[in-house]
């Protein structure tokens, strides 16, 4: 099992248009094959970062999530919304 850590700061203008975008998407990531649970985080001090945070199979299966259709509406609505360019991790557990 691996996780996914991705560090998403948002235009201040452009927070709503997320948390609405995502309300639409979190069952579906959920459901995709392979991912055991995602879900976000909302830093305290900037309410504009976010970190999304996901358990996933394997590598490949992340990687099957990545290359989908669904991802593939995802990441083109959401990338002109950045403040800073994403940060993302794959770790294993220890």
Known sequence: ???????????EEKVTDF???FDQIVTKVNGFPGCQKMYMLRDINNQSIFITYSLWNS???LNKYRDSELFQ??????????AEKPQAWS???V
């Open 91 to 93: 770790l294993d557990n």
């Open 1 to 11: 099992m691996i996780t996914r850590i991705v560090k998403l700061h948002f235009q």
């Open 73 to 82: 509406t995802i990441w083109p609505t959401i990338k002109p919304w950045f």
């Open 59 to 61: 590598e490949e299966d």
């Open 19 to 21: 948390l609405v975008l």
